[in-house]
């Protein structure tokens, strides 16, 4: 093949464009990038290997090195793993196969600092290369094939690469940086090496760097690492070193691991740029045996809605490499979850179909569901400060220091934890019927009374009224239709806190509760309104003799509305409204059908039931009204409104109401 100039992918383009403009204070970042990058690319040899020996082509040392040439100002990373064909270099350098990229492109705003933030959660591998240097070239060989079939590529980091076909004898893939005139410091044995230390030394795979000494140096600054030693300067010695630790972290003890270090492997595996909220790291022994390391990030990831996204957890069997995202690893609603699980027991050779049928992997699944649950749970209940942290000083009787310092650290993490990922969360109420109540427990809701997602269903039965049987909640689009709705007027009056549900996913992930802890969930836009002991004889007596009065209105207005209403009756959740529209108790709320049109699904046609407020002035002018059916309309499509909803003739209502102002 001769030299082809290819286009990147435009959402590459783009990215591209970005990386080199505000990563600036992250410039490190690259090398841990491209070592993962290699590291990967060894593991993915090593698992290929496991059917076929002859991959290794008699050099199964799997490593990376690192070599830097001052003189071409270029630092390479050379791995002996998996290689590139023409193809896939063409396929994985110039597009980006993740879906919801092009989705996350539109969303940056190019304000660098805002987007430097945001592409931390994407994750910018190879591309990260272009933030030091202004061309990269790559050089590899898939492993299997020709020493003819290797291939080159070349760019300059803008809108196109080249790629050509050359001869490559080894195996694996080396990435040449050519730096850029700001970035020559990275050319530097003691840079690199330190940066490898601080990013790398948990990745199990060995680092190489030729060593180097001092030729005729003068040691003049001893404090000084370089010491200011010159004439000769540093000279290879052409013998190698393994810079790394090349120890498996989540293989070695907790107790010689630092915080830091947990925090650098999960930077590694995840390509986030800050620190986990918290993880977990056990041996587990039993019938099934496995090690796993899990990690809460602290910042959902841009796809975090897609179901269909990987997963985070990688699947090592032995120390082996199997997988990553291994879905079967997890339940989907704690896709956001990164981290290792390394089993004793599976067979290397297994794949996804069969990780969907073991047993062991149904146990290890259990395992880490109950582990990240009770993370959780720790992390819930070390949300808020205790009260004597808080209280003024006078209090270390109480507390020691030590404990202190630790509820600081921990408080609010939680909070953050939940307005990243809550709404994810409560997926699982519907996915985890073993786990419901554990979850049921985690979940928080702003209320009418309290507008941070902070109220517990716990924190909410504690508030109950004297006499009050059912925890309320309203489903809506967003918090103000939800807390100005019509519905909730009769709970405001009454002092009733009603939750606040306006996530896409909680309609339908409150199907599955039906109570907690043994108080039954009740929307309050469901059924008539049952406020059971906490309307007093007086209220229900009005209530009966309204809907007695108003029966021939009733059906004159059923009647005029037959189209739109399922039925018309007279309530008593109304205050300041004059109407509003409920569903029957067992029927689909017309904001999930709503969501569900909306999002191209088959809904029913639901028709809500309209209620009116017997005190309503407008309501008690309708009898006898020359404009009886126009007003009738308007109340509907009102109450349609005000739920967040359209009228299904949005003109013809504005006609009426014109019409009336007239
Ligand atoms: P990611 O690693 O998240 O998939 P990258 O942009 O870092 O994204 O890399 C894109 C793809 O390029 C990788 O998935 C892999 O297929 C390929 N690749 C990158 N570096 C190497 C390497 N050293 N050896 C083999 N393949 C590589």
């Not at 269909?308 to 079967?328: C, P």
């Not at 939750?499 to 409150?510: G, I, Q, S």
């Not at 969930?521 to 229900?540: F, H, R, Y």
């Not at 308007?634 to 009336?660: C, H, M, S, T, W």
């Amino acid at each position: 093949m001769t030299k082809q100039t290819l286009s990147f992918q435009a959402e590459v383009a783009q990215l591209l464009h970005l990386v080199t403009h505000s990563l600036y204070s992250n410039k490190e970042i690259f090398l841990r990038e491209l070592i993962s990058n290699a590291s990967d690319a060894c593991d993915k040899l090593r698992f290929e290997a496991i059917n076929d020996g002859g991959l290794y082509e008699n050099d199964a040392e799997l490593k990376v090195k690192v070599t830097f040439d001052q003189d071409a100002k270029t630092l390479t990373i050379t791995d002996n793993g998996i290689g590139m064909s023409t193809q896939e270099a063409i396929d994985h350098l110039g597009t980006i196969a993740k879906s919801g990229t092009k989705d996350f492109v539109s969303k940056l705003s190019g304000d660098q600092k805002a987007d430097s933030q945001l592409i931390g959660q994407f994750g910018v591998g190879f591309y990260s290369g272009f933030i030091v240097a202004d061309k990269i070239t790559v050089e590899s060989r898939r492993a299997g094939m020709k020493a003819e079939e290797g291939v080159r590529w070349i760019s300059g980091g803008a809108g196109d690469f080249e790629v050509e076909n050359i001869t490559r004898p080894a195996r694996g893939t080396s990435v040449i940086l050519h730096l850029r005139d700001d970035a020559m410091d990275y050319a530097s044995a003691w840079k690199v090496k330190g940066i490898i230390n601080k990013y790398s030394d948990h990745i199990s795979l060995p680092i190489c760097m030729e060593k180097e000494e001092w030729k005729d140096g003068e040691l003049i600054n001893p404090s000084d690492e370089q010491g200011g030693r010159q004439p000769g300067g540093m000279v290879k010695t052409g013998e190698w070193e393994t810079v790394n630790k090349a120890n498996a972290i989540w293989a070695r003890a907790k107790k010689d691991i630092t915080a830091d270090e947990y925090a650098e492997f999960y930077k590694q595996i995840s390509h986030d740029f800050e620190a986990p909220l918290a993880y977990t790291h056990n041996r587990v022994e039993g019938s099934t045996e496995y090690t796993q390391l899990l990690y809460i990030p602290g910042k959902a990831p841009f796809d975090l809605y897609n179901r269909e996204k990987s997963a985070g957890v990688k699947l090592y069997v032995k120390r082996v490499f199997i997988m990553d995202d291994a879905e079967a690893l997890l339940p989907t609603y704690l896709r956001f979850v990164k981290g290792v699980v390394d089993s004793s027991d599976l067979p290397l050779n297994v794949s996804r179909e069969l990780l969907q049928e073991s047993r062991d992997v149904k146990a290890i699944r259990e395992g880490c569901t109950k582990r990240v649950l009770g993370m959780l749970e720790d992390l819930a209940k070390h949300d808020k400060l205790p009260e004597a942290t808080i209280s003024a000083e006078g209090v270390t009787d109480v507390v020691t220091e030590e404990e202190k310092t630790e509820a600081a650290t921990n408080a609010g993490k939680f909070t953050k934890f939940y307005n990243e990922f809550g709404a994810v969360l409560k997926e699982g109420l519907g996915e985890d019927y073993a786990n419901k109540d554990r979850i049921a427990k985690l979940l928080r809701f702003a209320s009418s009374t309290t507008d941070t997602l902070s109220v517990s269903f716990a924190d909410y039965k504690a508030r109950m009224k004297e006499g009050q049987e059912a925890i309320y909640f309203i489903t809506a689009d967003n918090a103000a239709a939800a807390k100005n709705s019509p519905q909730l007027e009769v709970f405001k009056k009454k002092g009733i806190e009603v939750l606040l549900m306006t996530d896409r996913v909680d309609e339908w992930a409150l199907n599955y509760l039906q109570d907690f802890d043994g108080t039954p969930l009740q929307s309050v836009a469901k059924g008539a309104v049952d406020l059971g002991k906490l309307q007093d004889e007086t209220e229900k007596k009005a209530a009966e003799e309204a809907a007695e009065t108003f029966k021939p209105l009733l059906a004159k207005l059923k009647e005029a509305l037959k189209d739109k209403a399922e039925d018309v009756r007279v309530t008593t959740r109304l205050v300041d409204s004059p109407a509003c529209l409920v569903v029957q108790d067992d029927g689909m709320s017309t904001q999930l059908a709503r969501m569900l049109k909306q999002a191209g699904q088959a809904a029913p046609d639901v028709k809500p039931v309209l209620e009116v407020n017997a005190e309503h002035p407008l309501v008690k002018m309708l009898d006898g009204s020359v404009h009886f059916n126009d007003l009738a309309h308007i109340l509907f499509d009102q109450a349609l409104l005000a739920e967040g909803g359209l009228p299904a003739d949005p003109a013809a209502y504005v006609k009426r109401v014109n019409a009336l102002l007239l």
